[in-house]
T-cell receptor, first 113, second 115 residues
Framework: AQTVTQSQPEMSVQEAETVTLSCTYD???????LFWYKQPPSRQMILVIR??????QNATENRFSVNFQKAAKSFSLKISDSQLGDTAMYFC??????????FGTGTSLTVIP | DTAVSQTPKYLVTQMGNDKSIKCEQN?????MYWYKQDSKKFLKIMFS???????INETVPNRFSPKSPDKAHLNLHINSLELGDSAVYFC??????????????FGEGSRLTVL
């Protein structure tokens, strides 16, 4: 069975600073997808970034980037130049080839002005 | 246009009542899901439908019944509501794995409060 672990229930960062959210997962599959989703207070779940396991290059979306370590089964999210609008719950998620999604327990990020 | 829409957004009801939450997607996806998010923000898969067939049914009580009249709709009906059913319920959709770019599209959630 696949599991996704986020070991940081809460984090805070000063505006304009950089923060890294950690995520580890467990799977016996070789091909899969990994995601970070953001849930602001508005409750809407928003895709932040996506990584395909067979791609070695780390995904990047503007201020958001990942550090994907396949052998270590680690998938951390780095947010650069943090903005107040980044305040949200962040969920790490895993999708296997059977289209089944598994979510971590979330990290609540607060950006401090 | 809203890609995944669910109604109602908020629902307050008494214990023992029966209620439904509707979900529609206009993305042409063939897989739809229902997730439950509890007060601790844990997201748990409840159901998944692919081309109107149930392909995941996690261990949820049989008071919960998904109904999919067509592949663009997946409604959630809940009988005999209990206090523990209070949560936010999210509908989501995606392409089947073969076509999947690997993204879930979520609705805005429906907050159910059982009194």
């Amino acid at each position: 069975a696949q599991t996704v672990t986020q070991s940081q229930p809460e984090m805070s960062v000063q505006e304009a600073e950089t923060v890294t959210l950690s995520c580890t997962y467990d799977t016996s599959e070789s091909n899969y997808y990994l995601f970070w989703y953001k849930q602001p207070p508005s409750r809407q779940m928003i895709l932040v970034i996506r990584q395909e396991a067979y791609k070695q290059q780390n995904a990047t979306e503007n201020r958001f980037s990942v550090n994907f370590q396949k052998a270590a089964k680690s998938f951390s999210l780095k947010i650069s130049d943090s903005q107040l609008g980044d305040t949200a719950m962040y969920f790490c998620a895993f999708m296997n080839t059977g289209n089944q999604f598994y979510f971590g327990t979330g990290t609540s990020l607060t950006v401090i002005p | 246009d809203t890609a995944v829409s669910q109604t109602p957004k908020y629902l307050v009801t008494q214990m023992g009542n029966d209620k439904s939450i509707k979900c529609e997607q206009n993305l042409g996806h063939d897989t739809m899901y229902w997730y439950k998010q509890d007060s601790k923000k844990f997201l748990k898969i409840m159901f998944s439908y692919n081309n109107k067939e149930l392909i995941i049914n996690e261990t949820v009580p049989n008071r919960f019944s998904p109904k999919s009249p067509d592949k663009a709709h997946l409604n959630l009906h809940i009988n005999s509501l209990e206090l523990g059913d209070s949560a936010v319920y999210f509908c989501a959709s995606s392409h089947h794995a073969r076509l999947n770019t690997g993204e879930l599209f979520f609705g805005e959630g429906s907050r159910l409060t059982v009194l």
